[in-house]
């Protein structure tokens, strides 16, 4: 198994730009989530979702678009870019109390 | 609204001294607390505490929770620099139970 991955790695994006951040999970995990993670503040969590076709928002979802149409693929959309979504983004995936996650997107805004 | 406060933010030891990370909560229907090492990339599972009292152990690794006072402790015996990462703390509530509320995690640093 891959387990969680996420692609790209590294993005530079001009404030104003949209674009998507790829998770996929091969482990047949019903819930996932999205977090990102800023210097001194740990892991918040952005959206999640509970099984296909379920999403809802978690604490820090303004400016960020998500969908699920599939259980293996949650991906994570950038609406406008601005300088505020510098930061690393991580995408979990778990059946129980444990969550996988991913290796990560390092994301900066010009 | 929920809160994990994590203490102390940054730690610099030297190799073979034992650390303990401390790790508090105020979080409506508390059902477990959980602890992540993160090294260079994703966070990695450490441990899982529902109980109180009940200590957790994986090597050199140890962690108790106490529900009366709200707080967890990670006890890392006989460091080794590979012991060099963030430790982070989280909590699930019984509502919501996948989701996660994390502390702002401890930088630990352990010197040859």
């Known amino acids: 198994n891959a387990g969680v991955t996420q692609t790209p790695k590294f993005q530079v994006l001009k404030t104003g730009q949209s674009m998507t951040l790829q998770c996929a999970q091969d482990?047949?995990?019903?819930?996932m989530s999205w977090y990102r993670q800023d210097p001194g503040m740990g892991l918040r969590l952005i959206h999640y979702?509970?099984?296909?076709?379920?999403?809802d928002q978690g604490e820090v979802p303004n400016g960020y678009n998500v969908s699920r149409s599939t259980t293996e693929d949650f991906p994570l959309r950038l609406l406008s870019a601005a300088p505020s979504q510098t930061s690393v983004y991580f995408c979990?995936?778990?059946?129980?109390?444990?969550?996988?996650f991913g290796p990560g997107t390092r994301l900066t805004v010009t | 609204e929920d809160k994990v406060v994590q203490s102390p933010l940054s730690l610099v030891v030297h190799e073979g001294d034992t650390v303990t990370l401390n790790c508090s909560y105020e979080v409506t229907n508390f059902r477990s607390l959980l602890w992540y090492k993160q090294e260079k990339k994703a966070p990695t599972f450490l441990f899982m505490l529902t109980s109180s009292g009940i200590e957790k152990k994986s090597g050199r690794l140890s962690s108790i929770l106490d529900k009366k006072e709200l707080f967890s402790i990670l006890n890392i015996t006989a460091t080794q620099t590979g012991d060099s990462a963030v430790y982070l703390c989280a909590v699930r509530r019984i509502q919501g139970a996948q989701k996660l509320v994390f502390g702002q995690g401890t930088r630990l640093t352990i010197n040859p």
């Open positions: 482990m047949n995990h019903e819930y």
């Open positions: 979702s509970v099984g296909a076709g379920i999403t």
């Open positions: 979990a995936s778990s059946l129980n109390y444990e969550q996988y």
